[in-house]
C-alpha cells in the first residue's frame, strides 16, 4: 500500500525546514570572527567541516608547538559535515566493489588503512572526551525488489572473500530484524557505526581548542595569495600568512578553481521523524537500531536514532545547472518523494509526523572517491569529494592533506588514490546533459535490473555520477 498525498502531506504539515542535528537549544555560541591584518599562523585550515577540524587536530597532535588557525566561513556544522545521516564506515574507497573496481592491487592495504583509521578515530574521540554517541550496531543492506536478490548475494559474497564477517539475510530473517513488507533479502555488515554528527562537529571543535587551535567563524576566505615562501589567507576583515594551508572546502570550490574539474555539487535530502510510541516501535522492531540502506542505484539511507526517531533520507540527489549552490534549493518536492517511499517501506508507522527536513551539497567525483593534491607551489594541498561517505574518511583525508602541504613522503602519499586523479567532469553544458543521461540510465537500471549501453561505456572508462 502506498500513502496517499493526503497522508505524505500530514506528515510533514509540522517539519521544520531546518537541519535537525543542529537545531538544538545547546548549540555552542559562535566563535568570534578573524579580525584584522597581518595575522601570522604556521598552518591556516580553510573549512571547519570533518576534514578542517581532523586537519588541525592531528597537526596539533604531530607537533603541539605548531600555530594553527581554522576559519569556516558560516557556523560550524552548517555544511555538510552537520547534515548527513552519521553512517561511520570503515572504507575508504566509497565501499569494497568501487574499491577494487579502481585499486585492485591496493585494495589490501586500502582495507587495512580503512579499519586503522576506524579504530583510531574511536580512540580519537575517548582521549579528547568527545561524546558523539558513536555506536557501532553495523548496516543491512536491503533487497527492495527481486532483481537486487541477487545484488545483495553477491555483496555478500564478495565481503565475505575479503575477510568481512557479514551475515545473509533472506526474508523472513531480514523482517525479523526489522519488519518491511518491502524486503526481500539483505546482508548485514557489523563494522559500520551511526554518530550524532552534529554533536561530532562540536566535540572536534571543542578538541582542537583544547589543544591550542584558533578557530573563527563566520569568516569567508575571499583569497589566496603567495608571498615569498608562504601564502596570505585574505577575508572579509582581515588577512594571515601561513607557511602551509590546508583546503577542506567540500563542495564549495571557489578558492581552487581547478576542483572545479573533479567534484560536483549535489543535493541530498532528509527527513527526521517525531520520536516513535511504544506501539510504533512494536511494529517495526529494529531492535538493535542497525542503519538501513537498499541495494538501488537511486538508494534511501535510515536510521533509528538513539532518542527512537527515524532518519530518512537520500535517493532523490539533485544536480542543478550549472554547478548552483543556493539555500533556496534546499526545501524541495524531494522531500514529499522520501515521505512516500517511507511510508511503502513502512505502512505500519503512516499517521507518524516528521518533525525536521533539510539537504545538503554533496562533493561527489567521477569515481565516488576523494580527489587530493596540491597547489600554490606546494604550500597548500586539498582533500575533497567524499560523495556522502566521508564521517570516517575524513580522517584519513585530513591526514593525506597535512602530508601531502608537509612534503612527507609516507605510505598515504604514495597510494594511486592519492597520487591519481579521477577522470574530469565535463564542461557544462554538457556537464549537465550528462548527469541527466546517466540518472535516467541508473533509474531505469532500477526498474529492470538491466545496465544500458550509457552505463556500460561509463563503467569502461571508470567514469560514474552519484545518482
Known sequence: MTADSTAVGASLADAAPEVFWTDRPDRPAARPALRGAGRRADLVVVGGGFTGLWAAIQAKEDDPSRDV???????????????NGGFVSPSLTHGLAQGLACWPQEMGTLERLGAENFR?????????????????PGEITMALTRHQVGTVRDAYELHRRHGIPVTHLDADAARARVASPRYLAGFLDPTVGLVDPGRLVWGLADAAERLGVRVHEDTTVSGLDRDQGAVVVRTERGSVRADRVVLGTGAFRGLLKRLALWTLPVYDHVLMSEPLSA???????????????????????????LDD?????GYDANYHFPGRIDPRLEQSPSHELLARHFFDIFPQLEGLRFTHRWAGVID??????PVFGTALGGHLSYAVGYTGLGVA???????????????????????????????????????????????ASLAAEDRTGRRNLWLKGLDAVGVGFDS
Open 393 to 439: 574518511s575524513t580522517r584519513f583525508g585530513a591526514r593525506v592533506a597535512l602530508d601531502l602541504v608537509d612534503g612527507r613522503d609516507t605510505e598515504v602519499t604514495r597510494l594511486q588514490m592519492v597520487r591519481r586523479k579521477p577522470v574530469p567532469f565535463p564542461p557544462e553544458p554538457i556537464r549537465y546533459a550528462a548527469v541527466r543521461a546517466t540518472r
Open 69 to 83: 588557525v581554522l576559519l569556516e566561513r558560516g557556523r560550524l556544522g552548517i555544511a555538510a559535515s552537520g547534515r
Open 364 to 369: 561527489t567525483t567521477s569515481r565516488f572517491t
Open 279 to 305: 506501539g510504533q516501535l512494536a511494529a517495526v522492531g529494529w531492535e538493535g537500531r542497525e542503519g538501513l540502506t537498499d541495494a538501488g542505484n537511486q538508494f534511501h539511507y535510515y536510521r533509528r536514532t
Open 309 to 313: 526517531r527515524v532518519l530518512f533520507g
Open 120 to 136: 583510531d578515530l574511536r580512540d580519537s574521540l575517548t582521549r579528547h572526551g568527545v561524546d558523539a554517541d558513536l555506536h557501532v
